[in-house]
């Protein structure tokens, strides 16, 4: 159980372009999921909390209009890239929960999302 | 505020060797304490966690860590290393609300050899 998935598993785009990234909690409901990026060799960076059927909480420095965060179910969650350019070229990781209603206190990840902007 | 500091960004040992994977960790609030490891690019995989309770917490893949408050430790051992726990390992923290977001250490890169 507490599967997360995320779409597509890699992508490759021009500049300029936008993309969106899929995060879905398949077996459980999430009212909270987080998205993170990952550059080599480095640790986890949270860009943002996402919660369903509300505003996502953006952390400092992250730029909410070029990362945009839609969660408008208890299993997906949105990330759409904007404008796309090289230096966003990176991993992207979601995770979710704790499972709405269940309690507990663990969250679940995503296999990653790898990123190149051309 | 919350912090992670895990000591050593790379971390050697022989296949069937003792591993020790340090994290010190800063909270105002009792903390929970997480360790994930991660294959290359891929997700993170928990394997433990110390919410509350008993301070010795054993996880997947014959890993173990114990909770010291006194010393704001965390650290992740294992008896006899695999070639397959070669892998990035990495400590977290969150507050004890639920759905707190976590925090991350910088990550240790555990190398196994033959």
């Known amino acids: 159980g507490a599967v997360v998935s995320q779409h597509p598993s890699w992508v490759i785009c021009k500049s300029g372009t936008s993309v969106k990234i899929e995060c879905r909690s398949l077996?459980?409901?999430?009212?909270?999921m987080f998205w993170y990026r990952q550059f080599p060799k480095q640790s986890l960076m949270l860009m943002a909390t996402?919660?369903?059927?509300?505003?996502?909480?953006?952390e400092q420095g992250v730029e909410k209009d070029k990362f945009l965060i839609n969660h408008a179910s208890l299993t997906l969650s949105t990330l759409t890239v904007t404008s796309a350019h090289p230096e966003d070229s990176s991993f992207y990781i979601c995770?979710?929960?704790?499972?709405?209603?269940?309690?507990?206190?663990?969250?679940?990840f995503g296999p990653g999302t790898r990123l190149t902007v051309l | 505020a919350q912090s992670v500091t895990q000591l050593g960004s790379h971390v050697s040992v022989s296949e069937g060797a003792l591993v020790l994977l340090r994290c010190n960790y800063s909270?105002?609030?009792?903390?929970?304490l997480f360790w994930y490891v991660q294959y290359p690019n891929q997700g993170l995989q928990l394997l433990l966690k110390?919410?509350?309770?008993?301070?010795l917490v054993k996880g997947i893949n014959g890993f173990e860590a114990e909770f010291k408050k006194s010393e704001t430790s965390f650290h992740l051992t294992k008896p006899s290393a695999h070639m397959s726990d070669a892998a990035e390992y990495f400590c977290?923290?969150?507050?004890?609300?639920?759905?707190?977001?976590?925090?991350f250490g910088q990550g240790t890169e555990l190398s196994v050899k033959p």
């Open positions: 977290a923290v969150r507050g004890g609300d639920q759905g707190g977001k976590l925090i």
């Open positions: 996402s919660n369903e059927g509300s505003k996502a909480t953006y």
């Open positions: 110390y919410t509350t309770g008993a301070t």
């Open positions: 995770s979710a929960g704790p499972p709405a209603g269940a309690g507990g206190d663990t969250q679940y």
């Open positions: 077996d459980f409901q999430a009212t909270t």
């Open positions: 909270s105002s609030v009792p903390p929970y």
